[in-house]
């Protein structure tokens, strides 16, 4: 199966030009300079010829922070593996590194196992996984090594939710120790659980339960702090750090402080800190209950911080943190106390769509919008050069952006599994026309083109942000 590409703006993290683009099965071939003549002669005995004039040409997005079809609270996120991954396609991501928990008591590989079996043979585009440590002792930190060994070089601890997945500091830091020795990343949910109980507790008591009480029982000061916490233990240890999902000024600042020191500390954020409010948590009614996600959406003057953390680089991804919960029946579950809210917010459909605004309102250029959705996830979980580039030798995960399309977001036109949008009637400019997933279209001309089970679980190499 031969593709050229042709006409189009390549875009990579370096810049953009016209280039165009041979595609020989899953792979990228090679490239020409547009105008080169070359590709006349790909066009010979080619099977498609896709004409990009006047669109851009870039890598497949790579969402590194999912959870499809998570347990939480009784119930579990409404996007199976196979919904979710059609639905990244759908908006330009041919990637996703999901999570697979550790059950307190079970061990990881046992975490892993399940959660390989949920994807298995219905993915719409290729995936990954990390591992969420659950239960520090001698086993998982062995079984750590044996993960590494088959491509799983990321684990995620967490400094929240006390008797659920809270890792305790001496916990964190005997992870750490393990992580520097066997080169893998460690992952943190950086929000002072314990203190943040106390506050909920009280909150409670004094009949405050609604949803915006999720965000304002939840400080930024407690973010700024555990993620401190985690970013000197990781200095001791020596252990690279990745924290997750960054949503305020304070945590931002601990990380710039640590990257000016030189530390191996990285951070990611998402499209609803970027885009929504503490606002939206305070909508009338339940309604505020659509955006209760964790860390909580913060007032509006974070947003600012954390777009200029994008352009510095002291944020080096934008993942989205998918982890969709109805309205109807799931999200209900908390009226009348939104601790039982179940936490998170579908997003993995319009993460790429949600960061081009950037470039349109000029936050960020068009090579950053590429290098942040694409290639430094793939670097810094173990896939560049494979993914997140257009190169000889890569898969051919690329998507044909129109720029000069405009798109009203809304739950009635998403495929997400979800009865709601947070992003109900957005207006957006630019969109996906194109997607082609190791090379076969996943998405064309409007309608889905994919196949469940095309998306293969992909083993990862070490990051290549460390060291
Ligand atoms: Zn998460």
């Known amino acids: 199966m031969r593709t050229v590409i042709r006409g189009g703006t390549l875009v990579s993290s370096d810049g953009a030009a016209p280039m165009d683009v041979l595609v020989q099965d899953e792979r990228v071939a090679a490239l020409a300079a547009g105008f080169s003549g070359l590709a006349d002669t790909w066009q010979e005995g080619a099977d498609h010829v896709i004409d990009a004039t006047g669109k851009y040409v870039v890598p497949g997005g790579i969402d590194a922070h999912t959870h499809m079809e998570m347990p939480f609270g009784g119930t579990k996120s409404a996007d199976t593996f196979e919904t979710g991954t059609r639905a990244a396609a759908w908006g330009g991501t041919t990637m996703i590194v999901d999570f697979a928990i550790q059950t307190k008591g079970a061990s990881l590989l046992a975490g892993m196992d399940a959660w390989q079996a949920k994807a298995d043979g219905v993915c719409a585009v290729d995936y990954s996984f990390h591992a969420i440590i659950s239960d520090v002792n001698e086993t998982s930190l062995k079984e750590m090594d044996e993960l590494v060994a088959q491509g799983v070089t990321s684990f995620k601890l967490f400094m929240a939710y006390p008797g659920v997945f809270y890792a305790t500091d001496s916990d964190i830091l005997r992870a750490m120790d393990r992580a520097a020795s066997n080169g893998a990343l460690i992952m943190m949910h950086a929000e002072n659980g314990i203190a943040i109980d106390a506050i909920v507790g009280a909150a409670l008591a004094r009949g405050q339960t609604d949803p915006v009480f999720h965000g304002l029982t939840r400080p930024a000061e407690m973010e700024g702090e555990a993620t401190s916490r985690a970013i000197r ?56 209950a659509k955006f209760v996600c964790t860390p909580p959406l913060r007032p509006r003057e974070h947003q600012a911080a954390l777009w200029r953390g994008l352009r510095t680089d002291d944020l080096s991804v934008v993942a989205t943190d998918h982890c969709p919960f109805c309205f109807a029946e799931q999200k209900e579950l908390g009226i009348g106390d939104f601790t039982k809210i179940p936490n998170g917010l579908p997003g993995v459909e319009h993460r790429m769509d949600l960061i081009y605004q950037g470039v349109v309102a000029g936050e960020i250029t068009l090579a950053r919008w590429v290098e942040v959705t694409s290639t430094n996830p793939a670097k810094m979980f173990g896939l560049y050069p494979r993914k997140g580039t257009i190169a000889p030798g890569s898969d051919a995960d690329i998507v044909i952006y129109d720029p000069a399309v405009t798109q009203t977001i809304s739950a009635a036109t998403h495929h997400m599994a979800v009865d709601y949008s947070c ?32 998306g293969r679980f992909v083993p990862r190499d070490l990051s290549r942000h460390i060291r």
């Not at 931002?252 to 885009?275: H, I, K, M, S, W």
């Not at 957006?428 to 279209?441: H, K, L, M, N, W």
Request: net charge negative; proline share 5%; aromatic share 10%.
């Open 423 to 454: 992003y109900e009637g957005m207006q957006i400019t630019g969109g996906v026309e194109t997607v082609f997933s190791r090379g076969r279209q996943v998405i064309s001309a409007g309608s889905y083109t994919g196949e469940q089970g095309h």
């Open 233 to 288: 233990l990781a200095q001791v240890t020596k252990a690279p750090l990745y924290i997750v999902h960054l949503s305020s000024t304070p945590a931002l600042a601990a990380v710039v402080e640590a990257r000016d020191r030189g530390q191996n500390t990285f951070a990611e954020t998402c499209p609803q800190y970027l885009f929504l409010s503490e606002d939206d948590m305070a909508r009338p009614g339940f309604e505020g």
